[in-house]
């Protein structure tokens, strides 16, 4: 009983080692994929509820959960982007970190504009759509200042 306690101990002692070692040590290479990964998930979003404004698909229900989801991803974007993230393999522009007060001024409307979609996600679709159509404008603002044309 004693010996297992112990043993407890310090199994708990030594993930908690590991959890902050890995948090400390995040490899940029590392932070970048999952930046990207999460991004994506921002377009796949975007676009379930695109398909469903549109009435191309007839999801009417999920549609609250795709805005909850996006407005969620877009409260703190500038966080997926911290410093020493800035080479490698990413899409980023400098200016993300050069220009660090415009980048997060970007995403600040992004995530107006993501509350805004929630609140008008459960209304008609017209006025959903519209709200729809401003936050992709503001997703596209800030890739046009600080993401690198695809190829
Ligand atoms: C404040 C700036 C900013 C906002 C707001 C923003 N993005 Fe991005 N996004 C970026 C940057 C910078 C990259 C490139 C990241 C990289 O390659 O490291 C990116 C990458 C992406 C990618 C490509 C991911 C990949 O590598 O496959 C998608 C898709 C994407 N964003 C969708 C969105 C959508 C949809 C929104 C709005 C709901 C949005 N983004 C809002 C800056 C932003």
Known sequence: ????????????GSLELLGTAAYAE????DIIKYRQNVMKANGAHMA??????QGKVDYKKDL?????????INSDIPALFPKGSDFGDTKALDGVWAKRADFEKRAK??????DAFVKAAGGDTKAALAKFKELSDSCKACHKDFRKEEK
């Open 1 to 12: 009983m004693k010996k297992n306690t112990a043993v407890g101990m310090l199994i708990l």
């Open 26 to 29: 995040s490899d940029p290479e």
């Open 48 to 53: 379930a509820a695109g398909a469903i404004l």
């Open 64 to 72: 609250a959960y795709h805005a909850k989801t996006l407005q969620t």
């Open 109 to 114: 409307d992004t995530r107006a504009k993501a």
